[in-house]
């Protein structure tokens, strides 16, 4: 036998390995897997000419569950391995003669798998109702709702220092969706500094330059939302049949599947099926793919297969063109010691500037006053006032719970889970540090704790951050999060 042949064919059965149904109970995935092998061990290759790969399979019996069961997982594992049009060819043993030393064999030619062609676009949100697109031959596509905003083009993106890099390959992926080396693009950053607006802009370029492509943005909370009502009705296969359909998926926030192991299972068999099929995917988060808590290995190693592009709070220069693009558009001009001024005082994110611009200009029109520096200065100033949070321990936890992607009772809770154990630690130290409540106070609102835990939780996070990274890390950006 060829071992080149033997070679691939193993990377092929380990890539379906790789790829089963993940069952949420482990024992139910070992049976899965030992199926599998009891099936697929008893398979293999004769020859691979022309792209024709020939299977010796014992009986009909074989060739039949194969076609049945794996025949779209085999597509995908030969496409990876071998390359597109694989034509699967049976050698199929039958009853040895008596006198024949050798079995007598009969090649049967196998099924073809067709890639389902589709359209156009699904109603907004989700219905339990879609119909499998891909077992009603010849049906065509529902219309999708791309849930994407105009104004988040890339002609309305202000491009710095701070994001620069981010821009030109969302850019040479607007131009070949799918076809780059930039799959999946995975664009992190702190709040408001852009990662939504950079992702659609990629999704409109799309809709614009292919108008045959089924763009999608939405949220993480929002599939996570679909896949549960899908599960509920039993139609996790239809949910998945559906995104299935999508060219270029943009999802945001995807740090929240943090802990939604169903979810993730569902997440990661979408998102092997569109990488394998040259379809673009396009995610945001708040944080480094190394740095998501809770999430499965393998989605974390494929989150890395592409690109990863951090976009950072913008610099001065940028954020003072993001406020005259903004003025322009709505025909207000502004002196240069105006400008000067908005922009050193919105330093953190591109939301907070445009916040601050968009009152100033409403200030101006209800008042009917021209735009004066002194007018600049007293709105702002009012704002602030209006603003300012007062740091108190229900405040630190939705701030701590935000950041990690977990649930205020996951917080509160007495798990001992690293992903949980640790948010809390913080949530106790910043409360310790940033409020005059008592170690017995601060006990009771983290969930009835004793103030020798919280004590504990305080002096651990001090001296961890000193000598950990990762820890320094997360006390520096909660520190920002909570005091802006």
């Known amino acids: 036998m060829d ?220 599939f996570i939302q679909q896949f549960i009502s899908a599960a509920k009705a039993h139609k996790q296969t239809e949910f998945a049949n559906f995104y299935q359909m999508v060219d270029v998926l943009i999802i945001d926030d995807i740090q929240f599947l943090s802990g939604k192991s169903a979810t993730q299972d569902s997440f990661f068999h979408i998102f092997d099926y569109l990488h394998q099929n040259g379809k673009q995917i396009i995610l945001t988060s708040d944080k480094a793919p190394a740095d998501i808590m809770d999430i499965q290995d393998r989605i974390v190693s494929r989150f890395k297969w592409g690109l990863s592009a951090e976009i950072k709070s913008p610099d001065y220069n940028t954020r003072k063109q993001i406020i005259v693009d903004k003025l322009s558009r709505d025909g207000i001009v502004l002196t240069e010691d105006m400008l000067d001024f908005l922009a050193s005082e919105a330093k953190t994110n591109v939301r907070e500037l445009i916040g601050v611009i968009n009152s100033v200009i409403a200030y101006s029109t209800i008042y009917k006053s021209d735009l004066s520096l002194e007018l600049l200065k007293d709105t702002i100033n009012k704002i602030a006032a209006n603003q300012k949070k007062i740091i108190n321990i229900p405040y630190i936890q939705e701030v701590v719970c935000d950041y990690f992607g977990i649930k205020r009772e996951q917080l509160l809770s007495k798990t001992r889970k690293r992903e949980i154990a640790l948010p809390r630690q913080l949530a106790m130290y910043f409360a310790k540090e940033l409020t005059n409540a008592t170690f017995t106070k601060i006990g009771e609102e983290m969930g009835g704790k004793d103030h020798s835990t919280v004590m504990y939780a305080c002096e651990t996070i001090k001296d961890v951050s000193k000598i950990d990274k990762e820890v320094k890390k997360y006390v520096k950006e909660l520190s920002e999060r909570i005091k802006q």
């Open 3 to 222: 071992e080149n042949l033997m070679l691939t064919w193993q990377k092929c059965l380990q890539f379906m390995r790789d790829n089963l149904n993940a069952a949420e109970d482990n024992s139910d995935l070992k049976k899965l897997e030992k199926s599998f092998d009891l099936l697929f061990d008893k398979v293999q290759p004769i020859s691979l000419v022309d792209n024709n790969l020939t299977l010796m399979v014992p009986s009909d019996f074989y060739k039949e569950y194969i076609e049945d069961n794996y025949l779209s997982l085999l597509s995908a594992a030969l496409k990876k391995n071998i390359g597109k049009g694989v034509k699967l060819w049976y050698s199929v043993m039958e009853n040895k003669p008596s006198g024949l030393e050798k079995p007598v064999t009969m090649n049967m030619k196998g099924k073809t798998v067709p890639t389902p062609k589709v359209q156009e676009t699904m109603p907004q949100g989700f219905s339990s109702n879609i119909v499998n697109p891909f077992v009603v031959p010849g049906i065509k596509k529902v219309n999708i709702d791309s849930n994407l905003k105009s104004d988040f083009s890339f002609d309305n993106y202000v491009e710095g220092e701070s994001n620069k890099f981010a821009a030109t390959v969302a850019r040479s992926i607007a131009k070949r969706p799918g076809a780059t080396a930039f799959n999946p693009l995975f664009l992190y950053g702190g709040y408001g500094v852009g990662k939504t607006h950079l992702g659609q802009a990629v999704g409109l370029e799309v809709k614009s330059q292919f108008p045959d492509k089924v763009v999608l943005y939405l949220s993480s909370e929002k």
